[in-house]
C-alpha cells in the first residue's frame, strides 16, 4: 500500500483524463477497497473532471464511515455544483452508518458548501 500512496502522491494535483483513464486501466484504482489508495485517488480524479469514477466514489463514501478516508473526498467534491450535488445524495444515503462524529464534519462541510453557492 505505502509504495502505492507514494505513488499517487507524486502525481500532482491534476492529470489530464486520459493520463487518468490509463493509470486505471493498468492499476484499477477505482473501485479499490484499500481506502488508503481511495482516499487518494478519488480526489485527483474529482480535481481533473474524471467523471468516470464518479459512480465509485459515491459507494465508496457510502460505504466507508471513517472520517480520516472520506473527509479528503468530501472536501473535493463540494468544491463544484455536481460535486456538492453527489456528496449531498451520498451523505442521506451513508449517514446512518457514519459516527456521529464524522456525521458533524460532513454536515458542517456541506453546509458551508451550500452557504456559498
Not at 14 to 41: C, Q, S
Not at 57 to 77: D, H, N, S, T, W
Not at 88 to 104: C, L, N, Q, W
Request: zero cysteines.
Amino acid at each position: 500500500t505505502q509504495e502505492w500512496v507514494h505513488f499517487i502522491d507524486g502525481l500532482g494535483k491534476t492529470l489530464p483524463v486520459e493520463k487518468l483513464a490509463a493509470l486505471d486501466k493498468a492499476y484499477h484504482f477505482t473501485g479499490t477497497a484499500n481506502g488508503e489508495i481511495a482516499m487518494r485517488w478519488y480526489p485527483l480524479t474529482i480535481r481533473s473532471g474524471y467523471v468516470e469514477a464518479r459512480p465509485e466514489i459515491a459507494r465508496f463514501i457510502e460505504r466507508v464511515g471513517r472520517r480520516k478516508l472520506i473527509m479528503p473526498v468530501y472536501e473535493e467534491l463540494v468544491k463544484t455544483p455536481e460535486g456538492l450535488a453527489l456528496a449531498k445524495e451520498s451523505f442521506v444515503r451513508a449517514r446512518p452508518g457514519y459516527h456521529p462524529i464524522t456525521t458533524g464534519s460532513v454536515e458542517a462541510l456541506l453546509a458551508k458548501a451550500s452557504a456559498g453557492q
